[in-house]
């Protein structure tokens, strides 16, 4: 960021992203649909909006990209139908869970000053309700690069994995595919199990290897297993709380067991990439304690727990990613 207009580009860069989400939050694609279209005024009777307010929106989206506008009647554009509708690769629920962290992020000036998120605790760490739409926000977000992933995570030869926070059962899958030998038991607080349980039987060809295990990754002891894999949930806890977890998974693993921690690392002076640095704000704001850690300090916490090695990876298909891979 070098010039005025930049600057100012990025002061009105929330401009988009509350444009696409209020209209996620009026049902405005379910009431257009795949292959649907309609006029402002039909659009605004279907979903109750004001005519003229609806019209403005619908216009915006359409210069943002999203929408096709031929005189007055409106549709999804092609590339965005499979994003937007109620498919496989829909990013909906990613999109509603978006809707309450731009409500949250609009208290970063109270968090600041105060240390603190703005509000109770929500996601995997509320109630049933909250946990289910968080679950289903993380499934949508992790179906683009769970295939990668597993292929980028070393686990030949190994017998059986947890999947420590794993929620939604979306990596598991990806593992269990890559592995056909390979168990994999997801580890989760137990009303995430619940909602992950009847998403993995959606996995017909691996839901055979797959478990729940319902336990507090905070505090409660692991299963025994020979590999352990750790997704975007240290970014949530505290620095004890990290290492107390990693001396807990280095007592379940089997001798010469790999665990694989993989989260948004940052530069040894936290200030790069500028995802990772904007990611503690996101955590500020929604939760009391957790941050984006460096590789480099995961790393000395792993060999500090007990573990034989501790490595630093860059992900080759997932940006603003890594892996620390640790030996038992």
Known sequence: MRTRDELMQTIRGYWPSRTLLSAVEIGLFEALGPTGHGSARSLARRIGTDPRATELLLDALTGLGILTKRETTYALRRWVIPYLS??????????RHHVRLQDVWSHLTES?????????????????????????????????FAPQVAEEVPLGGRRRLLDLGGGPGVYAA??????PDLEVVVVDLPHVCDVGR???GEEEDVADRISYHAADLDHDDLPEADAAFLSHVIHSQTVPEVKSLFRRVRKALEPDGV???????????????????LFSLNMLVNDTGGRSYG????????????????????SKHVPDAGYVIAKR
């Open 86 to 95: 109620e498919e496989p690769d829909s990013v909906l629920e990613m999109l």
């Open 112 to 144: 600041v000053r105060a240390g603190r998120p703005p509000e109770p605790e929500g996601g995997f760490r509320g109630g049933p309700e909250e946990a289910r739409a968080f679950t289903l926000a993380m499934r949508a977000g992790a179906r683009r």
């Open 174 to 179: 990806a593992f269990a595919r890559t592995y």
């Open 198 to 200: 009847t998403l993995v």
């Open 259 to 277: 665990f694989v921690v993989r989260d948004f690392f940052t530069s040894a002076d936290r200030t790069r990439p500028p995802g990772a640095s």
């Open 295 to 314: 590789a480099r300090e995961v790393a000395d916490w792993l060999r500090k727990a007990g573990f034989s090695s501790a490595t630093h990876r860059h």
